[in-house]
């Protein structure tokens, strides 16, 4: 399968996630933003699903489309480190190193369950619920310059 196809295809896969996300962001709005009290109130599964589609959304960014795009673009990436690729993403203009950093270390937090970690996890929530725009415009960047709607 050719790259660009690849990462076509990943990108589809991105879509579903991006959908899900934003549906279970309409409902966490309405507690935004949220605290110990409002966790009493909010369908857990829903912060479940906010936590794995978000997992799975930046993972499939970090592990296959960066470096599909980049491949795609003609950008050598054989031998390269994760590091390397996105100083060439934050060249390109589409990925900013120190945020996706800080949404590495939000997606560390809320990827485990330890109920003595419940305040960091509602702080990396609510963070999402602010900041996840970035990503879905990360998505776009790749998608319109490689012309894909």
Known sequence: MENGERLK????EVNLHIERLKEILEYLKNFYPLNIDSLEEI???KLD???FRFAKLQDLLGAKIFREYLEFINFP???KNFLELLKELNKEGIVDIDKWA???SVRNSIAHDYPYEEDEKI???NYLIKNIDYLFEVIEQIKSKIEIN
């Open 9 to 12: 295809l990943h990108l589809k």
């Open 43 to 45: 369908d857990k599964d």
């Open 49 to 51: 699903a906010f936590a």
């Open 77 to 79: 990436t054989q031998d």
């Open 102 to 104: 800080e949404f590495r």
């Open 123 to 125: 702080e990396a929530i």
